[in-house]
Each structure stands twice: as structure tokens, then as C-alpha cells.
């Protein structure tokens, strides 16, 4: 069979996952008797669309689920979407603005049919776009974290949790998103420091006796205040704990407090603001101390008529520049620093989010974090890499209950009912006919919906079917690996683990593997802010494809203005796999993914050689290349009688990369595993091997029968492994150059459902690998004398002396010095003793494994041209060292450049030291020649 010409992944990506869903490759059976490996897909947003970090999850995952399922496992990887609550609600909210309309205006029922028909026509998208990556995701499994299914186990994990006391309804202060209008988890909320105001007010005492100086952030709180608190040691403040002040603007008189926990002596005046309504901290206070609660700020970030009426309806910000001036006027503003602070900020809209005082349901951390922290410090649940588990630990054992209500429409509403006659909370698993309390028909549900995460933690099994024993459950849970972004430890992760154990009694996963942070080449983060974000499918598809973003195209082309070329999904996976590595982000460099479709491209050429010189093969039975090695000859695709030194290597090498490829693996170092391939596809197979073999195989001659044959049969088996081995990183390239290669009949449809390669021990030939090394490291020596002496490509080299007195490598040498001569160019190779050696003259020297080459010029070189050459790079070198050593020596430049760039100059300096070293060494060479 024959493949194009030349590589282009579109048309080679084109066909083949339409002929992987067809034939059912992705599915999984639960009632099959393999051995299970099942990976959980983390949902997307059902608003998403697809961005590198999908990009890079699905890679990995993606690789781990078809190495699983070529290695015999009964391979599930279960996809679906998330409802995502808030991105959603806000998504339609915005349509229906445009309208004129609001949430309100059409009624629960009305906007949640606006949601649905906005999913149904939006919500596939980002599915779509998974599958461009090449996902090999069980698609008849696909859920959905509203659908009907998940429903029920909802609710059950909501009722169960309540009856067991781990599910509560109080009155807490909450982080309140004043433009998602709705109460956010405290992991819902970011807090970064940065510089702000910070104001000292005096409030008059009450007796008219002097004033106390109390600091704050937010002044406009001070409208609520019902305390000032002192710290019962404070020296300062002792004769004033038990009196008044008269709060300015208000009027209020407010007592002074001691407390031994609010405030700190050591930081400002040591006296605080106390407003029970607007702080948790002084909340807690406020219940310790039995303060009043006076909420001035309303839920839309206004005053509302609990202050003064000249507040009535300011904004926020507003109300704290009146709060100022008033203070001001009355002489009462003590002072302002600027200080630094770290307001809440939600992290869906950014707005700083309010706190305030709200009836809402928790969810307790405690009971449920302790087992799932023993399963990770038992080793039930290995994270990796290991640096995470600090921060998993960190976050359970100082966990807090879980604020699970949010007050939106979109999402799980809350299975509680409210009833008019009695103070009675019917929480349960269908619709309730009346109070459970005391009887009565007059109820009211809890509008609220559940917090998004309250479903996703239960993704692992009410995917599979829970709260029902099913088969796919049985089969199928727990999983063997969530693979996911660090970022969402807490919100997911260990959330997963504490209801996985909680009411499946088993960890949901025995390995969490945390991928890194994808980042643009300098390292920042990918955001439309820094116009640095690309579209996965812009690399796939160049500027082809139907899907892409309007505007991340315009983003792509200000970084690119001559476009972007089409990668390919296959280019763009081993990029991301060989970027990989544990621990560290990936700074993603576009560029990289032209060099790794080079890559492709260079595996593509090799194959296409490989078809044009295995047109007379008969390939052996397939059979042969996946099972087990018998002692007949007709069992094996090699026949070893017949291999030659380069044969014997390159399948020693292909058992190592099997071996190792396994390993890394394992062990999850997926851009180890990259690396490796690379290596030896590039570099072994075809910068080596390929070259190697050309004189065996274009040998047709009869007497050349045997060795044609074996090199044939070993190319072939070696690329047919590769392809397999790639196939989990690469699926589309591969499928597609292994349904060209010749097989034998019993071969399986697909090489997704080929077996994963073997180490076997009847490749390992030590001796082969040890001997062809030592040949290509004579070779790569001679190359570099060639190239260090300007020897011209098209210049035979007469003869090369060798001079060593090892035995096994004079051995090597003469075996294969076929090889040295067709590789490095070259006619006759002497091998003589070191007296013998020591007396040649005008020969340029070379040194590898122990072996000294030594080399005539004399008439492979123009001497004169060649001395000319070297004292005008000379020269050149001269001028780059004096020219930054003038800037080294420049103590402004020194003092004021970044000292990255300082040390970039010191090391160019080096450079060219050594340059010049190695110049003037050659120099001296062909001087002693010339003489």
C-alpha cells in the first residue's frame, strides 16, 4: 500500500474518528471480563469553549485511556458537561437583557426554559471541539450534570446528608456576589493583596470625656457599628471598657467592649470598629458579646434605610466618600494611610463581594474530611506529583462547613419545603404532600439552587447510575485516576473524595494526577486582558476551520500577522504531552508546535520509505508481532539468523523505549515519555537506522536475498511498534500509516485495538547495541572532524587510522566498517597501534569511547582558504568580546539592566571565550600542517 507524498494533517486527520465512533472503538462493556480502567472526564462548562487547559487535559487523558485499552483493559473514560450555575444564569440573563427583560419579569419557569433552549442550541459546542482533539471518550455514556439521572442522586445526596446531621440550615455571615446576586463558598472567592485606603476615625465618648481612634478599610460600615472593641490587656483603653460613644452621623451610642480575640494591641490603635452585620469577624463578636445586628448594605451593594435618610440608596463607594467628608466637617477624620489589604473579589464577575448576615444550608467539613484525609495519608489515594498533597492536607484539616445554597434558578433546587403553619422543614427525596411536621398542605419550597460543585463531587459514581446498584457501578467504580488541573484541588477534588468515600464507602479514584497551569512562551497567564490566549483549534486547523472564536482569531493574528499554519490535533497533542512535565506550568510556545509537526512530518517520510522498499514482503503472521515468543521461528516476525549488526540494535533500542516508554507511563512522567519517542523515532530509526539499511535494501540482487529480507522484517516490526507505541499521544497519524503497512490477515482493525508493545528478553542483544553505539559514535567523530576542519561534503576522505589496542573494538571496527565508510565518507580505515598512531603527521584528532581517529588533510583541504577562514572568524569573535566586555564594564548598564539580562551578556562573554579557544586551537593545527 502506498501513502501520499507528503504530510498534511488535515486530510490525514480527516476520517478517522468518524471511523473509530462507527465501529464502536470508545465504548465500554460493564459486562465484559477484562479488568476495568476507568477515568472520569473533569466536565467542562456547558458555556465553554475549548481553551489549551481542555487542550492539555484531554491530551493526557486521552493517552492514558488508549494505552489502557490497548493493554487488554476493559477502558471507560467517562465524558459529560457541567450546568456551571452562575456562567450560565448570567450567559441568559445578559440574552434576555437585550430584550428589555429581566429573570424576574419572565418567571422561574419561563427563564429556565430560556436556559434550556440556550443549552440545546449552545451547550454541544465545547463536546464538538473535545472531539477535533481526537477524544476517544465513551460518548453513549455522556451525562450531564442536570439531566434526569443526576437529578435523583442529587437529591438523594441531599436527603441522606440531611437526616445524618451532615446537612444544616443557620444564619451565617456569607460572601454575597453583589452582581451574580447569589452567596459564594469562601473557594469561590478570591483574595489578593493590594494597596488601599486605610482611615482612623475618632468617635466621641459619650460623657464628653475625650474620644477613641478606631481604624478601618471601610468606613462606610461604620453606619452599622454596635461596639468598639479593646483588648482586655491593653493598657490604654482599660479606664474606657464599659462606656459609650455617641457614633457620629448616626447618634447611636455604642458601648466599648473587651474582647481578647478581635482585637490586636499590636496593629493600629488597637481599638476596632465592631459591625456584627458586615464583618464575620465581627459577627462572631457580636454572638459572643450578644451585639445588636444592623445591616446598612442591602444585597445590590446600597444603603439602605437602616442609616441615616441622607444615605438612602447610595452606592457603596458612594456612602464611604460622604461617610469622609461628614467625619471631616466634624473634625472627627483623625488620619489616612495608604496600607495594604485584600478585599474579596468573586471570582466569576469580580466584583468585592459583601458580608452579610443570610439563612442559609451548609454542608459540615469536618466529619467528611477526616476520612478522606486517612485514604490519602494510607496511600488509598496517591496524589501526584507529591507536592500537592501539602496543600490537600492544608486544606482538609482546616476545613469549614460549606456554604451549598446559591440564590439562583439555574441548577438543583433545593429539595426543602417550608411550611406556613408550623416552623417544620420537610426535606425529601420526591415532592412531600404536606408538612411531615404537622400535617399541613401549605408549603413552600426553597427557592435556592445548589451550589454547581455540590453535583460535581459527585460525578465519579452518579455518573454510573447511583443511587442504583448498577453494572456499569459495580464495573466501573472506583476509578483508577483523575487526571485534572491543581487549581481546582479544593473546589473538586476534595469534594469527590470526601462524598466518594461518604456514600460509596471506597475512595473514588486510586491516583490523582495534577496537571500544571497552561501559560504563553514568557510565562504569563493565558487572558484576553494580555491578548495572549490561543485557540487549540486555530492550531489544529490554521485559519480553515469553521469553529473558531471570532475574536481570539483577531487575538492570534495581532500576535502572528502572517497567520497560523495548520498543526494539526496530532502536532498539538505531542507538544503538549512532551511539555508536560510534573510539577512545572507549561509555557507554550507556538513555534514548538511547528517543530513537533516537523516531527510527524519526519515520521511520515520514514514510513513512506519504509512502503516503497516492501512491496515484495510477505509479512508474517500478526500475531507474531503482539504475543508471546515461542523457540520456533515461525512464531517470531524476525529471523535472527539473517539480522545484521543494525538490526540487532534497533530492536535492542526498541526494547529499551518499550521498556522504559512503560515506565514513565506508570509512573506519570508523560513528557519523559515523549521525549523518549522522539528519540528514537528521530534520531534512531531514522537519522540512524534508515541509512543503515539503504544499501541492504536496495541489494535485489539474489545473493543479497537474506539480508534485504531480515532488514525488511525489521524495519517493518520496528515502525509497526512505534506506531503503537505513539498511538496514545498521536492517534490519527498513526491509525493512519498502520492501516498502509503490509499484515498478515488475523491483524485487528484497528491499531487502537492492537496490543500495547512488549519488552521481550529476546531483543535485549546487549552485545549488538554496545557494538552499533561504539560505530555511530566513530561515525559522529569523523562528522565533527569534517565539520571543524571545513572539510567539503562532497570530499571522500581517503583513509581514517584508528588507534586502539582493544581487541573487541578492532573487532567492531572491521565488522562494521561498511557502515563507517558509507556514513562519514570515507575509503579505507587502518587500525594501528599507538607508536604507529603517534607517528602520523598533519592529521586532525578526534577521541570517542577510547579510540583515537586520526585523520590526514593533506588534499582534503585548502590550507590557505581554510587559515583565511579561521582568523576572519577570528576577528569576528574579537570584535563580540570587545564589544560586550565594554558593556560589562559600563556601571550604569550594570547597575540599571535587569539582572537576567546582566547575566545573558556574562554568558554570551563566556561563549565567545570559548569559541575563540577552540578557533585558535584549529588555527594552530593547520599552521603546524601548512609547515
Request: glycine share 6%; hydrophobic share 40%.
Amino acid at each position: 500500500m502506498k501513502i501520499d507524498q507528503s504530510y498534511d494533517p488535515t486530510e490525514v486527520e480527516a476520517g478517522w474518528y468518524e471511523f473509530w465512533l462507527e465501529n464502536g472503538f470508545f465504548h465500554a462493556d460493564e459486562n465484559s471480563e477484562k479488568e476495568p480502567y476507568t477515568i472520569v472526564i473533569p466536565p467542562p462548562n456547558v458555556t465553554g469553549s475549548l481553551h489549551m487547559g481542555h487542550a492539555l487535559f484531554v491530551t493526557l487523558q486521552d493517552l492514558l485511556i488508549r494505552w489502557k485499552r490497548m493493554e487488554g483493559y476493559e477502558a471507560l473514560w467517562l465524558p459529560g458537561t457541567d450546568h456551571a450555575g452562575i456562567a450560565t444564569q448570567i450567559m441568559v440573563e445578559r440574552q434576555i437583557a437585550k430584550e428589555g427583560l429581566d429573570r424576574h419579569q419572565l418567571g422561574r419557569e419561563a427563564f429556565l426554559e430560556r436556559v434550556w433552549q440556550w443549552k440545546a442550541e449552545h451547550g454541544g459546542r465545547i463536546i464538538e471541539q473535545l472531539k477535533h482533539m481526537g477524544a476517544s471518550c465513551d460518548w453513549e455514556r455522556e451525562r450531564f450534570t442536570l439531566d434526569e439521572g443526576l437529578n435523583v442522586a442529587v437529591r438523594e445526596a441531599f436527603v441522606r446528608l440531611y437526616e445524618d446531621g451532615l446537612i444544616y440550615r443557620a444564619e451565617r455571615m456569607v460572601d454575597w456576589d453583589v452582581i451574580g446576586q447569589t452567596v459564594l463558598s469562601d473557594l469561590e472567592v478570591d483574595r489578593e493583596e493590594e494597596m488601599g485606603k486605610f482611615w482612623y476615625l475618632r468617635y466621641p465618648l459619650a460623657d464628653g470625656s475625650g474620644h477613641i481612634v478606631v481604624g478601618t478599610t471601610r468606613p462606610e460600615t461604620m453606619l452599622g457599628d454596635t461596639a468598639v472593641a479593646v483588648h482586655p490587656d491593653d493598657e490604654r483603653y482599660q479606664h474606657m471598657i464599659g462606656k459609650m460613644v455617641r457614633l457620629p452621623i448616626v447618634g447611636r451610642e455604642i458601648p466599648i467592649i473587651a474582647d481578647d480575640i478581635l482585637p490586636d494591641p499590636t496593629k493600629g490603635t488597637g481599638a476596632v470598629k465592631v459591625t456584627p452585620s458586615h464583618d464575620p469577624n465581627d459577627f462572631e463578636c457580636g454572638n459572643r458579646h450578644g451585639l445588636q445586628r444592623i445591616q446598612v448594605i442591602d444585597f445590590h451593594a446600597r444603603i439602605n434605610t437602616n442609616a441615616p435618610e441622607e444615605f438612602h440608596g447610595l452606592d457603596r463607594y458612594d456612602a464611604r466618600k460622604l461617610v469622609i467628608q461628614r467625619f471631616e466637617e466634624l473634625g472627627l477624620l483623625d488620619k489616612i494611610e495608604d496600607k495594604p489589604f485584600a478585599p474579596g473579589r468573586s471570582q466569576r464577575t469580580g466584583a468585592i463581594v459583601e458580608s452579610l448576615p443570610m439563612l442559609q444550608w451548609f454542608v459540615k467539613g469536618k466529619p467528611l474530611a477526616q476520612p478522606a484525609i486517612d485514604a490519602v495519608e494510607s496511600g488509598r489515594t496517591e496524589i501526584i506529583p507529591p507536592m500537592w498533597k501539602k496543600t490537600y492536607d492544608h486544606f482538609m484539616y482546616n476545613i469549614r462547613d460549606w456554604c451549598i445554597s446559591r440564590q439562583l434558578w439555574w441548577g438543583h433546587q433545593i429539595p426543602a419545603w417550608y411550611c406556613a403553619d408550623c416552623e417544620h422543614i420537610t426535606v425529601a427525596r420526591q415532592d412531600p404532600a404536606a408538612c411531615t411536621g404537622c400535617g399541613s398542605t401549605r408549603l413552600t419550597r426553597d427557592e435556592d439552587v445548589l451550589d454547581t460543585w455540590f453535583s460535581s463531587a459527585l460525578w465519579p459514581f452518579s455518573t454510573m447510575g447511583w443511587p442504583e446498584k448498577t453494572a456499569v457501578l459495580d464495573k466501573f467504580y472506583p476509578t483508577q485516576v483523575l487526571e485534572t488541573g491543581f487549581d481546582i484541588l479544593f473546589f473538586w477534588v476534595a469534594r469527590m473524595m470526601m462524598m466518594g468515600i461518604y456514600f460509596m464507602d471506597e475512595v473514588p479514584f486510586d491516583k490523582v494526577f495534577l496537571h500544571a497551569m497552561v501559560r504563553d512562551a514568557e510565562g504569563r497567564k493565558m487572558s484576553k486582558t494580555y491578548g495572549n490566549v490561543i485557540d487549540p483549534l486555530h492550531m489544529i486547523y490554521g485559519a480553515k476551520s469553521e469553529d473558531l472564536d471570532p475574536e481570539l482569531h483577531a487575538e492570534l493574528l495581532r500576535q502572528y500577522p502572517d497567520g497560523v499554519d495548520a498543526h494539526g490535533a496530532d502536532a498539538l497533542r505531542f507538544t503538549l504531552a512532551i511539555y508536560a512535565a510534573q510539577g512545572r506550568d507549561v509555557k507554550l510556545d507556538i513555534k514548538r508546535v511547528s517543530g513537533y509537526r516537523a516531527f510527524l512530518n519526519k515520521l511520515w517520510n520514514a514510513a513512506r520509505f519504509g512502503l516503497m522498499n516492501l512491496a515484495d514482503f510477505q509479512p508474517p503472521a500478526y500475531r507474531t508481532y503482539t504475543q508471546a515468543w515461542s523457540d520456533e521461528a515461525s512464531t517470531r516476525p524476525v529471523v535472527f539468523d539473517d539480522l545484521s549488526i543494525a538490526d540487532r540494535w534497533i530492536l535492542a533500542r526498541l526494547d529499551d523505549t518499550v521498556a522504559q516508554v512503560k515506565l514513565g507511563l506508570e509512573e506519570f512522567r508523560f513528557n519523559e515519555v515523549a521525549q523518549m519517542l522522539y528519540r528514537f523515532v528521530w534520531n534512531d530509526l531514522c537519522d540512524w537506522y534508515i541509512e543503515l539499511i539503504k544499501p541492504a535494501l536496495y541489494d535485489t540482487s539474489e545473493q543479497g536475498g537474506p539480508t534485504r529480507r531480515a532488514a525488511q522484517g525489521t524495519f517493518l516490526f520496528t515502525l509497526e511498534a512505534a506506531l503503537r507505541l505513539l498511538h496514545p499521544i498521536t492517534p490519527y497519524i498513526t491509525e493512519d500509516i498502520w492501516q498502509s503497512l503490509p499484515r498478515g490477515d488475523d491483524a485487528p482493525k484497528s491499531i487502537m485495538i492492537a496490543d500495547f508493545p512488549l519488552a521481550r528478553p529476546e531483543l535485549a542483544m546487549a552485545e549488538a547495541r554496545e557494538s552499533m553505539e561504539l560505530l555511530i559514535g566513530i561515525i559522529t567523530s569523523i562528522r565533527t572532524i569534517r565539520g571543524e576542519t571545513n572539510v567539503k561534503p562532497g570530499v571522500v576522505i581517503e583513509e581514517v587510522f584508528f588507534v586502539t589496542e582493544d581487541a573487541s573494538q578492532r573487532a567492531t571496527i572491521e565488522r562494521g566498517a561498511a557502515y563507517i565508510c558509507r556514513q562519514a565518507k570515507a575509503t579505507t580505515l587502518t587500525i594501528v597501534s599507538r607508536d604507529v598512531g603517534a607517528k602520523l603527521e598533519g592529521v586532525a584528532t578526534a577521541m570517542t569511547d577510547g579510540i583515537e581517529i586520526r585523520i590526514p588533510l593533506k588534499g582534503l583541504i585548502d590550507i590557505e582558504e581554510e587559515l583565511a577562514r579561521l582568523n576572519k572568524e577570528i576577528g569576528r569573535v574579537d570584535a563580540d568580546i570587545e564589544f560586550i566586555s565594554r558593556k560589562l564594564s559600563n556601571e550604569g548598564f550594570v547597575a540599571k539592566a535587569p539582572p537576567a539580562v546582566v547575566q545573558k551578556e556574562r554568558e554570551k562573554l563566556a561563549g565567545f571565550y570559548d569559541e575563540r579557544t577552540t578557533l585558535t586551537a584549529s588555527l594552530g593545527e593547520l599552521e603546524a600542517l601548512k609547515g
